[in-house]
């Protein structure tokens, strides 16, 4: 059984998205371990603490430096065991440091098909609104390996949801939730899990 720490920051919806897929089986060759949040207090916790997960609360700010708190997440990242980190709506910036560290290790969900509406500044209904000003009429979801450049990973899985034309930003981001993310999320854990992902030129091959 591989390890699995989710980060969180917020609600913690994609969080319950993979709580519940554990719960039916279909996590294969893993269990969430941890859950990390940037913050006290936030819903995500409460979402772990009743499914009896362990929770550790890491504020970068309580670090004097970037390098103090690295150690502190690689510390808890390792008094676990964990096999693969989760960012699930994680809002702290993770050092490059860290992310060499977790190589192929750490995945991410961005709220649209990369490469549009992502990078530095593109987050929560932000992403959202930039595709409605745009007018397209399909954005989606994606998970990624995690690398330097934000957003910028190898794509595992991607899933498309049509726009409508009288979305707002958060019917929009609702949809993108309900019919990408909490789909793709635990499918990509669980394909991880099973050791069918490789990476090859930053391109992910899925095994059958
Ligand atoms: C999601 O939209 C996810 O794609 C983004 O942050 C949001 C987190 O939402 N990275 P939640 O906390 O999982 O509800």
Redesign the pocket.
């Known amino acids: 059984m591989l390890k699995i720490a989710v980060l969180?920051?917020?609600?913690?919806?994609?969080?319950?998205?993979l709580i519940d897929a554990q719960k039916a089986g279909q996590i294969v060759g893993g269990e969430i371990a941890c859950v990390i949040a940037s913050k006290p207090g936030v819903y995500?916790l409460e979402r772990a603490s009743k499914a009896g997960i362990p929770t550790e609360v890491l504020v970068r700010k309580e670090y004097p430096t970037m390098e103090d708190y690295d150690n502190a997440l690689i510390g808890t990242l390792e008094r676990y065991g964990i096999d693969l980190i989760v960012?699930?709506?994680?809002m702290t910036i993770i050092s490059d440091h860290v992310i060499r560290k977790y190589t192929n290790r750490m995945i991410?969900?961005?709220?649209s098909l990369i490469p549009s509406f992502c990078g530095e500044g593109f987050?929560?209904l932000r992403?959202h609104e930039a595709a409605l000003q745009k007018g397209v009429k399909v954005t989606g979801?994606t998970v990624h390996f995690v690398n330097e450049i934000c957003d910028g990973g190898p794509i595992i899985l991607q899933k498309a949801v049509a726009v409508e034309q009288d979305d707002t930003p958060e019917t929009l981001?609702r949809r993108?939730?309900e019919q990408a993310?909490w789909k793709i999320l635990p499918q990509a854990v669980s394909l991880y899990c099973q050791g069918k992902l490789t990476v090859k030129d930053d391109h992910v091959l899925i095994a059958k």
């Open positions: 969180v920051s917020g609600g913690g919806t994609n969080l319950q998205a995500a960012l699930a709506g994680f991410n969900i961005h709220p987050y929560g992403v979801a981001q993108v939730m993310e």
